[in-house]
């Protein structure tokens, strides 16, 4: 600050982090160095000089202060990129990266084609509370409840008593935009159906990685094709992972609610799960998490960090860099589940853990089956590190995956058609988060919480607790509306008054239907 001089009447100084506060008379004068590369009025006798921060973080501090001020309020417009652009002299690029920031703190989000908003999320009115799961390493139970969801999969399309299937997460496969991959493929099974028969390479087909190794720079990682092993879908993808870096009996830090696939794999290599209280709108708690690698011998912490399934939040990338930093500090390993990180509605996406990577310890996993199809079956690691055990795992896992639909998804990506369709969804989803929302607040009970997601097509509702989500799963199935309990997300069973909604299958007046029935067979559970 030396080159900085401030003519005072009375001068005060705070610290606070990089930014020095000085209180002022209104008269006074601030020479620009070369350190001072931003300053602005804060008030009328305030001025908050900055001394190391770049143009993008004053920037976004700057919005913060007015979105806190009320300046903004929840749900408002924010200025334009080009606006804010002319009107702090500053690059479109810079603006951008202010609102990224922003983004990742959730304060706000971005609807496609329209622009910026302040983010519903800084309110903290009806959103599920932190869970509180047992204290201890479970053993994974709940089976039988995973596999009746599964049975129901099949019955979709020939039961015509369906009213709404609100109980599978599929993606929109009926989409124009997807037209151009299901041609690609018909076209490889006509000239190519050798190649589709002959054993492949076991990490995957090279063009396919190629093309992963493009994706994932979008999410903020440096990996090149040969960091990347194809899986069977994103679910042999976690069970590979987790057999990689575990034995029988260890345990593994999961999240509470959790994917009921992701506790299966557990079961399934005979391992333990620590469930972790965590937040619906930023994630695991790493207050929890801490406390738990103080107590527990805990092998690896699996997390779907960005669009978690089921709550649908974006742990924010600050909370995301603590996390990575809590393993390292631990020396666990961190398999994230990425399996809807590019269908976050921010754009840019959200970086993943992985990003910030320094010692190949995170495991990334994820697949095409929430962002195309999931009968492709094309899923992936990144397995850092542990590349030579996942290869051998994988290896007895299934040998090699079919070639022909890694083939066609790569050409898709290729020529573009990838980023078209997420662009698409990613509009398509968010509006149909907003009408569920809208319907659930209608017709349940009036202390029900909603999750409020931050991208895909699920959400978490979490009713009082003397409603049972269970029963009114059996019951509603009778009607023709399939709802996904609760407990299925957790390891040991909790979470019987909570339910989880996908918001996109049928149309939209038969999810209001079905919700409005839901409604009605809540009040009958009161009676
Ligand atoms: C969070 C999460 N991870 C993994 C999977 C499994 O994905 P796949 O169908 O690619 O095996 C799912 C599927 O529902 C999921 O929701």
Not at 395 to 415: D, G, H, R
Request: net charge positive; hydrophobic share 40%; charged share 20%.
């Amino acid at each position: 600050m030396h080159h900085t001089q401030i003519r005072l009447k009375t001068a005060i100084q705070f610290s606070h982090g990089n930014v020095c506060m000085v209180v002022i008379s209104p008269i006074c004068m601030v020479k620009s160095s070369c350190q001072l590369r931003y300053s602005y009025l804060y008030a009328d006798n305030f001025i908050r000089i900055n001394i190391a921060m770049t143009l993008y973080e004053t920037l976004a501090n700057e919005l913060k202060a007015q979105i806190e001020r009320g300046v903004f309020e929840v749900g408002n417009k924010l200025p334009s990129v080009r606006q804010l652009s002319t009107e702090h002299k500053v690059s479109i690029a810079t603006v951008q990266e202010a609102y990224r920031v922003l983004e990742a703190q959730q304060l706000v989000e971005a609807k496609p084609k329209s622009g910026y908003f302040v983010a519903r999320s800084i309110l903290i009115d009806n959103t599920p509370s932190m869970t509180k799961p047992p204290q201890r390493p479970m053993d994974v139970s709940q089976w039988e409840g995973v596999l009746d969801t599964l049975l129901n999969t099949f019955n979709k399309d020939h039961d015509a008593k369906t009213l709404c299937q609100f109980q599978h997460a599929m993606p929109n496969m009926t989409a124009k935009t997807l037209k151009p991959l299901i041609k690609r493929l018909h076209e490889l099974t006509k000239h190519r159906a050798l190649d589709g028969m002959i054993y492949g390479d076991v990490k995957g087909d090279e063009t396919l990685r190629k093309q992963l190794s493009r994706l994932a720079a979008a999410s903020g990682c440096v990996l090149q094709s040969d960091e990347f092993i194809v899986t069977s879908g994103c679910q042999e993808a976690l069970s590979v992972c987790l057999r990689a870096v575990a034995s029988a009996g260890d345990v593994i830090a999961v999240e509470s609610p959790g994917f009921y696939g992701a506790m299966q794999a557990i079961k399934g290599a005979e391992l333990k799960a620590l469930e972790i209280p965590t937040d619906s709108e930023t994630g695991l708690s790493l207050k929890a998490l801490k406390l738990a690698l103080d107590q527990w011998p805990i092998k690896a912490i699996l997390v779907a960090p960005t669009v978690n399934n089921p709550q649908g939040f974006v742990m924010p990338e600050a909370k995301k860099k603590a996390l990575y930093e809590l393993a390292r500090e631990y020396d666990v390993a961190i398999i994230e589940d990425d399996i809807y990180g590019d269908i976050a509605y921010a754009y840019p996406r959200p970086k993943t853990i992985k990003s910030f990577d320094k010692d190949g310890r995170v495991l990334l996993c994820s697949s095409f089956s929430k962002t195309l199809a999931p009968g492709f079956r094309v899923g992936w690691i990144a397995p850092g590190s542990y590349r030579n055990k996942v290869l051998h795992v994988k290896y007895v896992s299934s040998s090699m995956c079919p070639t022909l639909p890694q083939l066609a998804i790569a050409s898709f990506i290729e020529q573009g058609g990838y980023d078209k369709h997420i662009r698409a969804m990613r509009h398509h989803y968010l509006s149909a988060r907003d009408a569920l929302r809208s319907d659930i607040k209608r017709y349940f009970p009036a202390d029900t919480c909603i999750s409020y997601p931050q991208g895909g097509y699920v959400l978490w509702v979490e009713l009082n607790s003397r409603y049972d989500s269970v029963k009114l799963a059996d019951e509603a199935k009778q009607k023709g509306i399939y709802v996904a309990p609760g407990q299925l997300f957790s390891a040991t069973g909790k979470y019987r008054h909570c339910l989880r909604f996908n918001f996109i299958d049928s149309t939209q007046a038969a999810r209001t239907e079905a919700i409005q029935r839901l409604g009605e067979m809540l009040v009958a559970q009161e009676a």
